[in-house]
């Protein structure tokens, strides 16, 4: 491989035999290309490539039965283990309302698709369904389980399986939707006011819309009675805390293609590193904590009281992570929750004369 230029197929697999211990964004990071690229390399080998549209998935997907579905972003990565249930498609949005396997999903985002098959040191056969935008980035994964449906992936992917087999990826890099213009001057009595007229945490996209802003500038804006910053610390506070009490939260991790939830109580809070870890039976989430730039908790009026949110953005303002108390619609906000987020250490914004 030579400087500068895109390495073939066979460059890409020589590297990955070379770098086995290397996950697949690290490796594809290292080698310049997209991650869609390093799995096509292994087409006619271990991979296939397969419709990678959303909606011929999730016509069949619940034949699979049991399976970890795998979400991911630059800074988290959100995994749970169940049955695609509930499912409910469209040409905009879709939904899957499973028990555990909770997703929002954006069909217009996805674009390619594989299946890919990997033997791992102790001759595991390991299998999976992993789709990507158009510039090969990864939007979700689903990976097979001992009690998935063997069968069922086996018959999704013959009739999924493309006449292209190509061993050549090339990425759509203009494909990525535009960032919509924001306003430069906040107008911060506006701002107040349509936040304090929110009945619902659903309206807030619109009114961020409306007022052309970004979700970054309007939490720097809106004031601390709404929204205050935390030190990065206060997010395995909160995990620690929650675990402690086995008190039901949301998780929230997502990218341009889909957002995956977990609801429920965690256990096993762990950190390694930059890593801060839930590694329980059914959801383990990954979080690169020395990736984070602003943490925030937001407060956000509904008709049910105001609900408090934790949230986490990158340097370029971007969510990261969010977390709620779980409640059901009609309810208040549980106490315990409410009492946990307001009580994380704040991040001292004071300078010093």
Wanted: aromatic fraction near 6%; proline fraction near 3%.
């Amino acid at each position: 491989m030579t400087q500068n230029t895109r390495p073939t197929p066979s460059e890409i697999r020589a590297f990955r035999s070379e770098n086995p211990g290397l996950r697949e964004r690290d490796t594809a990071a290292r080698l310049g290309i997209s991650e869609a690229a390093l799995v096509a390399a292994e087409c006619g080998l271990s991979a296939v490539r397969i419709d990678g549209s959303a909606s011929s998935l999730l016509e069949r997907v619940a034949e699979l039965g049991e399976v970890m579905a795998l979400t991911r972003n630059e800074s988290a990565v959100h995994e749970k283990i169940g049955i695609f249930e509930n499912i409910k498609a469209g040409m905009n949005s879709a939904i899957v309302l499973g028990d555990n396997i909770d997703l929002r999903i954006f069909p217009g985002v996805w674009a390619h698709g594989f299946a890919v098959t990997k033997t791992d040191a102790d001759n595991n056969v390991r299998r999976s369904l992993q789709f990507f935008d158009r510039a090969g980035t990864a939007v979700h994964k689903i990976h097979l389980r001992e009690a998935s449906n063997l069968d069922a992936y086996h018959s999704i992917v013959e009739a999924l399986k493309l006449e292209d087999q190509s061993q050549e990826f090339s990425a759509d890099l203009g494909a990525t939707t535009p960032a919509e213009d924001e306003i430069t001057d906040v107008d911060v009595a506006t701002l107040r006011d349509e936040w304090s007229r929110m009945t619902d945490t659903h309206q807030f996209h619109g009114l961020l819309r409306r007022l052309k802003l970004g979700r970054q500038r309007a939490l720097q804006s809106v004031g601390e009675d709404y929204a205050w910053k935390l030190q990065t610390s206060s997010i395995e506070t909160m995990l620690t805390e929650a675990a402690k009490i086995e008190l039901p939260i949301m998780c929230f991790v997502g990218n341009h293609g889909i957002i995956q939830i977990h609801s429920g109580p965690i256990a096993n809070v762990r950190t390694m590193g930059p890593w801060l870890n839930v590694m329980d039976p059914t959801f383990h989430l990954h979080l690169r904590t020395d990736h984070l730039a602003e943490v925030w908790a937001v407060r956000k009026p509904t008709a049910d009281g105001h609900v408090t949110s934790l949230e986490a953005l990158d340097a370029k303002g971007d969510m990261v992570i969010q977390y709620f108390g779980k409640r059901k619609e009609g309810v208040a906000e549980r106490p315990e929750w409410r009492s946990i987020m307001e009580n994380l250490a704040r991040l001292d914004t004071t300078i010093a004369a």
